[in-house]
């Protein structure tokens, strides 16, 4: 659990970085809809929820750095006996100050009345762009307003700056308060992976393996899965983002699960494959054994110093061998990486941050898409992923081949010290996996 001064330090680290006379602006996520007047869960903004922890929809944080009358408001919906009978308990603007520790709060209701004020005479407007577009154009109107009384003296802001590049900074190194969310988080994940291995048989459907693996995170008090979980077997393993997971499991298959939950705000995010019989047969596991070579050689690379794409690099030279030595590919391995040739079993990056976001907020490459890789340091927590996917309509390989798919995910923090697989509760060695679906 993150204490209110864990909050309060982010902010202020934001705040240094923003220097006087700025103003930041953070807009809760919207509610979306699914159906008619039905709503999706609603998920709290990631940036917002990370510097303020507050998880109401229809509510905006400022920060305005040296502000007398205060650094930190909060708008946010008022208390409203009738729709809290309906909809539950709100904050209202005196729980935003007692238990979120925003200086002042206003209803959300007062923006259009408040937000011009605190943004006149500003030197600076930080505000995340391209992320919540209706905000963006009543932003646009408010800056509109204050233009129109420039001949009374007031300036709009001379800059508008992207705030998220500073937040996925702060945010791609992991505090170890945040370290132990990720770890609870992963040994949830870990034990659900090893239940659906044990349960699983020829037979079942594959949502069947789902529901194992989400009602586990939901009796951890997981709030969902982190992403649309997969569960694919036989040849819908080489589906990458499949998530059907409606058909039936059959004898032989492999089964590819790609699975995590999210627990109090931070994602897991694990892949593993396994015989649906609890065997796996020579074709299968000799693939699989290239697929954790590649992730072990990846893993190791996984230190202070080493650049972003090393362990992608080790990944693919691990793969394109195996798969030569096999016979899928023909040719020197130098040659085939240069050609891309693994590309046909191996078409994604063996990688990326995890968070708040499964996909976590943080820049790979630190001077635009033609600088390097930038390196990994202390804090950061990266999956590695590599995989390799036969599609069963592979006409250059033997028929024995077609239909496999395999990929081994795993959570890896990096340390000082080294790699920290923070997703180890899963096996992923052949063996050790045959030997937890036998008992
Ligand atoms: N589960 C999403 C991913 O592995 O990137
Ligand atoms: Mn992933
Ligand atoms: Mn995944």
Same mark, same amino acid.
């Given at each position: ?5 864990d ?11 923003l ?6 602006i953070?807009?809760?996520?919207t509610?979306?809809?699914?159906s008619?007047d039905?709503y999706?869960?609603f998920?709290?903004?990631?940036d917002?929820?990370?510097l &303020?922890?507050f998880p109401e929809?229809?509510a905006?944080a400022v920060l305005?750095p ?13 208390r ?11 904050q ?6 007692a ?6 709060a206003?209803?959300?209701?007062s923006?259009?009345d408040i937000?011009?004020?605190l943004?006149e005479g500003?030197e ?6 391209g992320?919540?577009a209706?905000?963006a154009?009543?932003l646009t109107?408010w800056?509109?307003?204050i233009r129109?009384?420039v001949?009374?003296?007031?300036a709009?802001?001379?800059e508008i ?8 900074e702060?945010?791609?190194?992991k505090?170890a308060?945040e370290?132990?969310?990720l770890r609870r ?6 034990e659900?992976?090893?239940?659906a ?8 459907y594959?949502y ?12 951890c008090g ?6 649309n979980s997969i569960?694919?077997?036989?040849p819908?393993?080489?589906v ?7 058909a039936?499991?059959a004898?032989g298959d492999?089964?590819?699960i790609?699975?995590?939950c999210?627990y ?5 995010d694990? &892949?593993r494959?396994f ?10 596991r000799a693939l699989?054994?290239?697929v954790?070579a590649a992730q072990?050689a990846a893993i190791?690379?996984?230190r ?10 080790a990944?693919?030279w691990?793969? &394109?061998?195996?798969l030569?030595d096999l016979?899928l590919l023909?040719?020197?391995?130098d040659g085939?990486?240069?050609?891309g040739a693994?590309k046909?079993f191996?078409?994604h990056s &063996? ?7 499964v996909?976590d907020a943080?820049?790979?490459?630190l ?7 930038r390196?990994l ?7 590695i992923e590599?995989g ?7 006409q250059q390989?033997?028929?024995r081949w077609?239909?496999i798919g395999i990929?081994i995910e ?12 923070l997703t180890s509760?899963?096996p ?11 008992a």
């Amino acid at each position: 659990m993150l204490k209110k001064s864990d909050y309060r330090k982010r902010r202020q680290q934001l705040m240094a970085q923003l220097g006087p006379n700025s103003l930041a602006i953070l807009p809760a996520a919207t509610e979306q809809l699914r159906s008619r007047d039905t709503y999706y869960r609603f998920r709290q903004d990631s940036d917002l929820s990370y510097l &303020t922890g507050f998880p109401e929809p229809q509510a905006l944080a400022v920060l305005a750095p040296g502000r007398q009358a205060g650094e930190y408001l909060l708008f946010c919906r008022e208390r409203d006996r009738t729709q809290e009978i309906w909809d539950g308990s709100r904050q209202g603007i005196a729980g935003a100050i007692a238990n979120f520790a925003a200086d002042d709060a206003f209803p959300i209701d007062s923006l259009d009345d408040i937000l011009p004020g605190l943004i006149e005479g500003r030197e600076r407007l930080y505000f995340s762009m391209g992320k919540h577009a209706d905000f963006a154009q009543r932003l646009t109107g408010w800056l509109g307003q204050i233009r129109a009384q420039v001949r009374r003296g007031a300036a709009p802001p001379g800059e508008i700056v992207n705030l998220e590049p500073l937040l996925a900074e702060m945010r791609l190194f992991k505090t170890a308060a945040e370290i132990a969310l990720l770890r609870r988080a992963a040994k949830i994940s870990a034990e659900a992976h090893c239940r659906a291995m044990r349960r699983c048989r020829p037979g079942l459907y594959e949502y069947q393996l789902q529901a194992d693996i989400e009602h586990h995170f939901a009796d951890c008090g997981a709030a969902a899965p982190a992403y649309n979980s997969i569960v694919g077997a036989g040849p819908r393993a080489c589906v990458l983002h499949y998530i059907d997971n409606d058909a039936r499991i059959a004898d032989g298959d492999l089964v590819l699960i790609d699975a995590g939950c999210e627990y109090q705000g931070y994602a897991a995010d694990i &892949t593993r494959t396994f015989p649906a019989n609890g065997r796996f047969s020579g074709e299968q596991r000799a693939l699989y054994q290239i697929v954790l070579a590649a992730q072990q050689a990846a893993i190791e690379i996984c230190r202070p110093g080493r650049r972003y794409d090393e362990p992608h690099l080790a990944s693919v030279w691990v793969i &394109t061998q195996g798969l030569r030595d096999l016979g899928l590919l023909a040719g020197d391995i130098d040659g085939l990486i240069e050609q891309g040739a693994y590309k046909d079993f191996f078409m994604h990056s &063996t990688g990326h941050w995890l968070g708040l976001d499964v996909h976590d907020a943080g820049d790979y490459k630190l001077d635009g898409a033609d600088s390097p890789w930038r390196d990994l340091e202390p804090g950061m927590v990266t999956t590695i992923e590599p995989g390799i996917y036969v599609q069963p309509d592979n006409q250059q390989v033997a028929a024995r081949w077609r239909g496999i798919g395999i990929r081994i995910e795993d959570d890896v923090l990096i340390t000082a010290k080294g790699p920290q697989v923070l997703t180890s509760g899963v096996p992923k060695d052949p063996a050790e996996i045959e030997a937890l679906m036998r008992a």
